[in-house]
């Protein structure tokens, strides 16, 4: 394309994707087939099936901006449209109102084709673009006060984890005192690929990973609208006591994600959110902890706390490293309370480089529970070497 012939086709993409967000949101069936270049495509159909499924959420505000050039079309792909096709991307924006208290944000890539003088979209799949809940087909949603739950498994099983959402705001609410708005929005999925097309990240389908947080964080800001993304490859293995868990792990961080800026070490995140997950369920911690007191009676008691890759599935030690940060949690709670806690985890925030998120924890422990990292430690190993023991 000519410099000129680029810009017609750039502005073409704006108006066509301005008026495929006006449709949506005026809930105009037919002038969102318009912009499509033939509804009785696969694509054509899914669209539809999209379009319905997008009428039945509390969707508002959807737009796309940031139109740009996307990936150059292959000369087999290009010959496939049956006319002067270009790959557009576009930052896709959209907020569930009543649940999320900012805008969330994806990306997307549309293909569009030339037919006699007018563009319209034939496709979505030459980027890597991010699908969203009503990309699901057969979506179904389900609601309450505090919780939005989108996905296309069976609707019973919707309403089950609408009642565990319920119950895991509550025990988040108990635990992170703080401005949290307690909504939380749930996606269910019913295959792995489904859950990779909608969060991008490999891991997030893995066994080992029964849900997952996902959403934009802008930098120096909190994150706007999170979605806890479940994956049905490995949440499906749980008994229901292990997917409330889960479930209310994932709520922890998204209210943390949402009412502060920075980061902490992964011990302390996950660490956090597995004792809120595990606070109201009563299991015994030398359950909770079985993975990591096998590995200790094999290898000893692990010599610090653990570090960022120790919580790569890939590793294949995830699930030890979560019990070690979840202990670590559990001693600062029992020296300093529940309040204590959240003081502490609100302390150790830092904005700065490893060194700075290093420096901020420990001084925040020192200050919340007079204690510095390595007497942390010592008192956390000896509480794993007790576990061990019995």
């Known amino acids: 394309m000519t410099t000129d012939t680029v810009r017609a086709a750039r502005d073409a993409a704006v108006a066509l994707l301005s008026a495929r967000a006006s449709a949506l949101n005026r809930h105009d069936r037919a002038a969102f087939a318009a912009t499509l270049d033939s509804s009785e495509s696969e694509f054509g159909r899914r669209q539809l099936a999209a379009f319905d499924a997008y009428a039945a959420l509390p969707v508002t505000d959807l737009a796309y901006g940031s139109v740009t050039a996307g990936p150059a079309l292959t000369a087999g792909r290009a010959a496939v449209m049956g006319g002067a096709a270009w790959v557009v991307s576009a930052q896709g924006s959209y907020r569930f109102t009543g649940y999320d208290p900012g805008t969330d944000t994806f990306p997307v890539f549309f293909t569009i084709v030339r037919r006699r003088g007018t563009w319209r979209i034939i496709d979505d799949a030459d980027g890597p673009t991010q699908h969203q809940p009503w990309d699901l087909r057969g979506m179904t949603v389900v609601r309450s006060a505090t919780a939005l739950v989108v996905g296309n498994v069976p609707v019973v099983t919707l309403r089950r984890y609408l009642a565990m959402a319920g119950r895991a705001v509550a025990s988040v609410s ?67 006591l292990g997917q409330q868990v889960v479930l209310t792990h994932e709520s922890t961080h998204v209210a943390v994600r949402s009412t502060t800026v920075g980061r902490v070490p992964l011990w302390l995140s996950e660490g956090f959110a597995d004792y809120v997950g595990y606070r109201s369920v009563g299991v015994p911690e030398a359950d909770v902890a079985a993975p990591l007191l096998a590995l200790v009676r094999a290898s000893g008691v692990p010599t610090r706390l653990p570090e960022d890759s120790a919580f790569d599935p890939a590793r294949g030690r995830m699930a030890v490293a979560y019990n070690e940060g979840w202990l670590a949690v559990t001693v600062i709670a029992d020296r300093v309370g529940v309040s204590g806690l959240t003081r502490f985890y609100r302390g150790a925030v830092s904005t700065g480089d490893e060194a700075s998120v290093a420096a901020a924890w420990a001084r925040s422990l020192r200050v919340v529970a007079g204690l510095t990292p390595t007497a942390l430690t010592q008192v956390w190993q000896a509480r794993i070497r007790r576990l061990a023991a019995a």
Not at 212 to 232: F, K, L
């Open 174 to 240: 108990a635990v992170w005192h703080g401005p949290w708005r307690p909504r939380i929005v749930i996606v269910a999925p019913s295959t792995a690929a489904e859950t990779l097309e909608m969060t991008h990240d490999p891991q997030a389908t893995q066994g080992q990973v029964a849900a997952s947080t996902e959403g934009e964080v802008p930098p120096g800001r909190t994150a706007p609208a999170d979605r806890i993304v479940v994956n049905p490859a490995g949440f499906q293995q749980l008994a229901p």
